[in-house]
Protein backbone atom coordinates (compact mmCIF):
# COMPACT_ATOMS: atom_id res chain seq x y z
CA UNK A 1 0.00 0.00 0.00
CA UNK A 2 0.99 3.42 -0.70
CA UNK A 3 0.57 4.91 3.02
CA UNK A 4 3.83 6.27 2.46
CA UNK A 5 5.33 9.72 3.82
CA UNK A 6 8.08 10.59 5.69
CA UNK A 7 8.61 7.69 7.61
CA UNK A 8 8.61 5.19 4.55
CA UNK A 9 10.95 7.38 3.01
CA UNK A 10 13.32 6.96 5.87
CA UNK A 11 12.66 3.27 6.30
CA UNK A 12 13.43 3.27 2.50
CA UNK A 13 16.07 4.71 1.63
CA UNK A 14 18.81 3.57 4.30
CA UNK A 15 17.07 -0.24 2.51
CA UNK A 16 18.56 0.78 -0.98
CA UNK A 17 21.92 1.56 -0.13
CA UNK A 18 22.20 -1.01 1.75
CA UNK A 19 21.23 -3.02 -1.08
CA UNK A 20 23.17 -0.73 -3.68
CA UNK A 21 26.54 -1.50 -1.03
CA UNK A 22 25.33 -5.16 -1.15
CA UNK A 23 25.77 -5.04 -4.86
CA UNK A 24 28.76 -3.28 -5.21
CA UNK A 25 30.41 -6.51 -3.03
CA UNK A 26 28.89 -9.02 -4.81
CA UNK A 27 30.31 -7.60 -8.32
CA UNK A 28 33.81 -6.89 -6.78
CA UNK A 29 34.08 -10.39 -5.49
CA UNK A 30 32.85 -12.05 -8.91
CA UNK A 31 35.61 -9.87 -10.75
CA UNK A 32 37.91 -12.77 -8.74
CA UNK A 33 36.04 -15.40 -8.78
CA UNK A 34 36.91 -16.11 -12.04
CA UNK A 35 40.64 -15.65 -11.91
CA UNK A 36 40.29 -17.25 -8.51
CA UNK A 37 38.44 -20.54 -10.34
CA UNK A 38 35.74 -20.62 -8.57
CA UNK A 39 33.37 -20.75 -10.82
CA UNK A 40 32.15 -24.49 -11.64
CA UNK A 41 29.55 -25.39 -14.55
CA UNK A 42 26.65 -27.87 -13.92
CA UNK A 43 25.28 -30.15 -16.25
CA UNK A 44 21.16 -30.82 -16.48
CA UNK A 45 20.12 -33.03 -19.48
CA UNK A 46 17.37 -32.72 -21.98
CA UNK A 47 15.46 -36.01 -22.78
CA UNK A 48 14.07 -37.59 -25.89
CA UNK A 49 9.93 -38.12 -24.68
CA UNK A 50 10.06 -40.63 -27.37
CA UNK A 51 12.49 -42.93 -25.48
CA UNK A 52 14.24 -41.15 -22.57
CA UNK A 53 17.42 -40.88 -23.85
CA UNK A 54 19.71 -38.01 -23.12
CA UNK A 55 19.24 -35.87 -26.64
CA UNK A 56 21.81 -33.13 -24.70
CA UNK A 57 22.34 -31.03 -21.79
CA UNK A 58 22.49 -27.59 -20.60
CA UNK A 59 25.32 -25.95 -18.96
CA UNK A 60 24.62 -24.46 -16.16
CA UNK A 61 26.94 -21.67 -13.80
CA UNK A 62 27.61 -22.06 -10.42
CA UNK A 63 29.68 -19.74 -8.16
CA UNK A 64 30.95 -21.72 -5.06
CA UNK A 65 32.32 -18.53 -2.90
CA UNK A 66 35.03 -19.59 -0.15
CA UNK A 67 32.24 -17.71 2.32
CA UNK A 68 28.80 -17.88 1.02
CA UNK A 69 28.70 -21.27 -0.29
CA UNK A 70 27.09 -21.82 -3.66
CA UNK A 71 25.87 -18.59 -4.71
CA UNK A 72 22.73 -19.19 -7.13
CA UNK A 73 22.90 -17.58 -10.89
CA UNK A 74 19.54 -15.97 -10.14
CA UNK A 75 21.91 -13.61 -7.70
CA UNK A 76 24.70 -12.90 -9.73
CA UNK A 77 23.93 -13.16 -13.40
CA UNK A 78 22.00 -9.96 -13.01
CA UNK A 79 24.47 -7.82 -11.63
CA UNK A 80 27.56 -9.63 -14.26
CA UNK A 81 24.76 -8.61 -16.54
CA UNK A 82 24.55 -4.33 -15.10
CA UNK A 83 28.57 -4.28 -14.79
CA UNK A 84 29.64 -6.07 -18.09
CA UNK A 85 31.46 -8.91 -16.13
CA UNK A 86 28.60 -11.61 -18.05
CA UNK A 87 31.27 -10.97 -21.03
CA UNK A 88 34.20 -12.47 -19.46
CA UNK A 89 32.16 -14.68 -17.48
CA UNK A 90 30.23 -15.86 -20.39
CA UNK A 91 33.39 -16.48 -22.10
CA UNK A 92 35.08 -18.80 -19.13
CA UNK A 93 31.62 -20.94 -19.42
CA UNK A 94 32.09 -21.25 -22.96
CA UNK A 95 35.98 -22.53 -22.75
CA UNK A 96 34.87 -24.80 -19.92
CA UNK A 97 32.19 -26.17 -21.74
CA UNK A 98 33.83 -27.07 -24.78
CA UNK A 99 37.27 -28.07 -22.72
CA UNK A 100 34.79 -30.38 -20.47
CA UNK A 101 33.65 -31.76 -23.85
CA UNK A 102 36.51 -32.36 -25.67
CA UNK A 103 37.80 -34.04 -22.49
CA UNK A 104 34.77 -36.66 -22.27
CA UNK A 105 35.33 -37.51 -25.79
CA UNK A 106 38.90 -38.16 -25.76
CA UNK A 107 37.93 -40.56 -22.79
CA UNK A 108 36.25 -42.07 -25.70
CA UNK A 109 32.21 -41.34 -24.13
CA UNK A 110 29.52 -40.45 -26.75
CA UNK A 111 28.44 -37.26 -25.37
CA UNK A 112 25.41 -35.84 -26.59
CA UNK A 113 26.02 -31.61 -27.43
CA UNK A 114 26.10 -29.20 -25.02
CA UNK A 115 24.38 -25.79 -24.73
CA UNK A 116 25.85 -22.90 -22.90
CA UNK A 117 23.59 -19.79 -22.29
CA UNK A 118 24.47 -16.35 -24.08
CA UNK A 119 23.26 -13.05 -22.41
CA UNK A 120 21.64 -10.40 -24.07
CA UNK A 121 25.15 -8.28 -23.99
CA UNK A 122 26.99 -11.04 -25.31
CA UNK A 123 24.85 -11.32 -28.02
CA UNK A 124 25.50 -8.02 -28.79
CA UNK A 125 29.31 -8.18 -28.84
CA UNK A 126 30.06 -7.90 -32.38
CA UNK A 127 32.81 -10.64 -32.00
CA UNK A 128 30.90 -13.45 -30.03
CA UNK A 129 31.31 -15.57 -33.51
CA UNK A 130 34.75 -15.25 -33.09
CA UNK A 131 34.76 -15.84 -29.29
CA UNK A 132 33.09 -18.72 -30.23
CA UNK A 133 34.94 -20.56 -32.71
CA UNK A 134 38.32 -19.70 -30.74
CA UNK A 135 36.55 -21.38 -27.93
CA UNK A 136 36.10 -24.76 -30.63
CA UNK A 137 39.34 -24.79 -31.72
CA UNK A 138 41.62 -24.11 -28.41
CA UNK A 139 39.14 -27.22 -27.43
CA UNK A 140 39.59 -29.19 -30.53
CA UNK A 141 36.13 -29.52 -30.53
CA UNK A 142 33.65 -30.06 -33.44
CA UNK A 143 31.05 -27.24 -33.62
CA UNK A 144 28.45 -29.87 -33.39
CA UNK A 145 29.07 -30.60 -30.12
CA UNK A 146 28.25 -27.21 -29.19
CA UNK A 147 24.45 -25.48 -28.68
CA UNK A 148 23.85 -21.59 -27.58
CA UNK A 149 20.57 -20.85 -25.63
CA UNK A 150 19.31 -17.16 -26.19
CA UNK A 151 16.21 -15.92 -24.81
CA UNK A 152 13.39 -14.62 -26.87
CA UNK A 153 13.77 -11.50 -25.49
CA UNK A 154 17.40 -11.03 -26.16
CA UNK A 155 16.53 -11.62 -30.21
CA UNK A 156 13.41 -9.61 -30.38
CA UNK A 157 15.21 -6.54 -29.00
CA UNK A 158 16.63 -5.35 -32.40
CA UNK A 159 15.48 -8.54 -35.07
CA UNK A 160 17.86 -7.22 -38.23
CA UNK A 161 20.67 -7.51 -35.74
CA UNK A 162 19.60 -10.86 -34.18
CA UNK A 163 19.12 -12.44 -37.65
CA UNK A 164 22.52 -11.38 -39.19
CA UNK A 165 23.87 -12.79 -35.97
CA UNK A 166 22.35 -16.43 -35.69
CA UNK A 167 23.06 -17.18 -39.38
CA UNK A 168 27.08 -15.81 -38.57
CA UNK A 169 26.54 -18.11 -35.35
CA UNK A 170 24.26 -21.04 -37.75
CA UNK A 171 27.44 -20.90 -40.26
CA UNK A 172 29.87 -22.24 -37.73
CA UNK A 173 27.66 -24.87 -37.56
CA UNK A 174 26.39 -24.14 -33.77
CA UNK A 175 22.71 -25.35 -33.24
CA UNK A 176 21.02 -22.59 -31.63
CA UNK A 177 17.77 -22.58 -29.21
CA UNK A 178 15.16 -19.84 -28.29
CA UNK A 179 14.91 -20.20 -24.44
CA UNK A 180 12.70 -18.69 -22.15
CA UNK A 181 9.93 -18.90 -24.72
CA UNK A 182 6.74 -17.46 -24.29
CA UNK A 183 7.82 -15.20 -21.97
CA UNK A 184 8.90 -12.28 -23.91
CA UNK A 185 7.18 -10.35 -26.69
CA UNK A 186 6.95 -13.19 -29.56
CA UNK A 187 6.10 -11.73 -33.18
CA UNK A 188 5.37 -14.97 -34.55
CA UNK A 189 6.29 -13.01 -37.73
CA UNK A 190 9.86 -12.51 -36.82
CA UNK A 191 10.29 -15.98 -35.07
CA UNK A 192 10.30 -17.89 -39.08
CA UNK A 193 13.33 -15.56 -40.08
CA UNK A 194 15.48 -16.84 -36.93
CA UNK A 195 17.77 -19.65 -38.31
CA UNK A 196 17.05 -21.76 -34.93
CA UNK A 197 16.80 -24.90 -34.48
CA UNK A 198 14.59 -25.35 -31.12
CA UNK A 199 12.26 -23.40 -29.18
CA UNK A 200 12.16 -24.23 -25.25
CA UNK A 201 9.05 -23.66 -23.63
CA UNK A 202 9.33 -21.59 -20.29
CA UNK A 203 9.01 -23.34 -16.88
CA UNK A 204 6.20 -20.82 -16.12
CA UNK A 205 3.60 -22.16 -18.30
CA UNK A 206 4.74 -26.02 -17.49
CA UNK A 207 4.21 -25.46 -14.53
CA UNK A 208 0.28 -25.94 -14.13
CA UNK A 209 -0.10 -27.42 -17.87
CA UNK A 210 -1.45 -30.74 -16.37
CA UNK A 211 -4.36 -28.92 -14.08
CA UNK A 212 -4.76 -25.36 -15.68
CA UNK A 213 -6.36 -25.57 -19.26
CA UNK A 214 -4.82 -22.31 -20.51
CA UNK A 215 -1.50 -23.49 -20.09
CA UNK A 216 -2.17 -26.42 -21.36
CA UNK A 217 -3.33 -24.50 -24.62
CA UNK A 218 -0.36 -21.99 -24.37
CA UNK A 219 1.81 -25.41 -24.53
CA UNK A 220 0.02 -27.27 -27.26
CA UNK A 221 -0.27 -24.11 -29.45
CA UNK A 222 4.10 -23.70 -29.13
CA UNK A 223 4.31 -27.14 -29.73
CA UNK A 224 2.51 -27.15 -32.81
CA UNK A 225 4.09 -23.40 -33.64
CA UNK A 226 7.36 -24.93 -33.13
CA UNK A 227 7.08 -28.15 -35.31
CA UNK A 228 4.92 -26.32 -38.10
CA UNK A 229 8.18 -23.87 -38.01
CA UNK A 230 10.09 -27.12 -38.24
CA UNK A 231 11.84 -26.79 -34.85
CA UNK A 232 12.25 -29.70 -32.20
CA UNK A 233 10.64 -28.58 -28.84
CA UNK A 234 11.58 -28.89 -25.20
CA UNK A 235 10.13 -28.35 -22.30
CA UNK A 236 11.75 -27.01 -19.47
CA UNK A 237 10.92 -27.07 -15.09
CA UNK A 238 9.11 -30.77 -15.89
CA UNK A 239 8.62 -31.77 -12.31
CA UNK A 240 6.12 -34.57 -12.22
CA UNK A 241 5.03 -37.60 -14.15
CA UNK A 242 1.23 -36.06 -14.85
CA UNK A 243 3.25 -32.77 -16.56
CA UNK A 244 5.51 -35.45 -18.51
CA UNK A 245 2.49 -37.52 -19.68
CA UNK A 246 0.88 -34.19 -20.85
CA UNK A 247 4.03 -33.23 -23.05
CA UNK A 248 4.50 -36.98 -24.42
CA UNK A 249 0.56 -36.92 -25.27
CA UNK A 250 1.18 -33.70 -26.44
CA UNK A 251 4.17 -34.51 -29.29
CA UNK A 252 6.52 -32.75 -27.11
CA UNK A 253 9.73 -33.32 -28.45
CA UNK A 254 12.26 -33.17 -25.38
CA UNK A 255 12.17 -32.58 -21.63
CA UNK A 256 14.43 -30.51 -19.23
CA UNK A 257 13.59 -30.59 -15.34
CA UNK A 258 13.95 -31.98 -12.02
CA UNK A 259 11.61 -35.55 -12.54
CA UNK A 260 14.73 -36.76 -14.64
CA UNK A 261 17.84 -34.53 -13.33
CA UNK A 262 18.50 -31.90 -11.02
CA UNK A 263 22.19 -29.46 -12.62
CA UNK A 264 24.41 -31.73 -11.60
CA UNK A 265 28.63 -31.32 -11.63
CA UNK A 266 30.54 -32.97 -14.66
CA UNK A 267 31.52 -36.24 -12.68
CA UNK A 268 27.75 -36.79 -12.14
CA UNK A 269 26.32 -35.72 -15.35
CA UNK A 270 29.73 -38.36 -17.03
CA UNK A 271 27.90 -40.81 -14.76
CA UNK A 272 24.54 -40.40 -15.92
CA UNK A 273 25.18 -40.72 -19.46
CA UNK A 274 27.33 -44.07 -18.64
CA UNK A 275 24.55 -45.90 -17.55
CA UNK A 276 22.35 -45.24 -20.56
CA UNK A 277 19.69 -44.18 -18.13
CA UNK A 278 16.86 -43.91 -18.87
CA UNK A 279 13.23 -42.45 -18.13
P1 LIG B 1 17.55 -20.75 -17.65
O1 LIG B 1 18.50 -20.58 -18.79
O2 LIG B 1 16.10 -20.67 -17.95
O3 LIG B 1 17.96 -22.14 -16.98
C1 LIG B 1 17.05 -23.06 -16.46
C2 LIG B 1 16.92 -22.89 -14.95
O4 LIG B 1 15.85 -23.69 -14.50
C3 LIG B 1 18.15 -23.37 -14.17
O5 LIG B 1 18.28 -22.54 -13.02
C4 LIG B 1 17.72 -24.77 -13.74
O6 LIG B 1 18.40 -25.24 -12.60
C5 LIG B 1 16.27 -24.54 -13.47
N1 LIG B 1 15.50 -25.76 -13.56
C6 LIG B 1 15.67 -26.80 -14.40
N2 LIG B 1 14.74 -27.73 -14.20
C7 LIG B 1 13.94 -27.29 -13.21
C8 LIG B 1 12.78 -27.82 -12.55
O7 LIG B 1 12.29 -28.91 -12.85
N3 LIG B 1 12.23 -27.05 -11.57
C9 LIG B 1 12.74 -25.85 -11.21
N4 LIG B 1 12.15 -25.18 -10.23
N5 LIG B 1 13.84 -25.32 -11.81
C10 LIG B 1 14.41 -26.03 -12.80
P2 LIG B 1 19.69 -21.93 -12.58
O8 LIG B 1 20.77 -22.92 -12.84
O9 LIG B 1 19.51 -21.41 -11.19
O10 LIG B 1 19.89 -20.73 -13.58
C11 LIG B 1 19.03 -19.62 -13.57
C12 LIG B 1 19.24 -18.73 -14.75
O11 LIG B 1 20.55 -18.13 -14.68
C13 LIG B 1 19.20 -19.46 -16.08
O12 LIG B 1 17.87 -19.66 -16.48
C14 LIG B 1 19.96 -18.49 -16.95
O13 LIG B 1 19.13 -17.44 -17.36
C15 LIG B 1 21.00 -17.95 -15.99
N6 LIG B 1 22.27 -18.67 -16.20
C16 LIG B 1 22.74 -19.80 -15.63
N7 LIG B 1 23.97 -20.11 -16.10
C17 LIG B 1 24.27 -19.14 -17.01
C18 LIG B 1 25.42 -18.89 -17.85
O14 LIG B 1 26.40 -19.65 -17.89
N8 LIG B 1 25.36 -17.77 -18.65
C19 LIG B 1 24.28 -16.95 -18.64
N9 LIG B 1 24.31 -15.87 -19.46
N10 LIG B 1 23.21 -17.16 -17.88
C20 LIG B 1 23.20 -18.23 -17.06
CA1 LIG C 1 18.77 -21.67 -20.69
CA1 LIG D 1 15.13 -21.28 -19.91
CA1 LIG E 1 13.31 -19.88 -17.64
Known amino acids: AKSAGGNAFRFYAPEMNLRATAQLA???ALRSAIDNGELRVFYQPKASLCDGRVTSAEALVRWQHPERGMVSPADFIPVAEDTGLIVPLGEWVLRETCR????????GFAVPPVAVNLSARQFRQENLPQTVRAALVAAG????????EITESTVMHDVDRAVAMLRELNAIGIGVALDDFGTGYSSLAYLKRFPIDQLKIDRAFVRDIASDP?????????IGL?????LTVVAE???TRPQLEFLRANACDEMQGFLFSRPVPAAEYAALLATGRVL
Do not use: F, K
Open 100 to 107: QQAAWIAE
Open 214 to 222: EDAAICRAV
Open 141 to 148: LDPHCLQL
Open 26 to 28: LAS
Open 237 to 239: GVE
Open 226 to 230: AHSLD
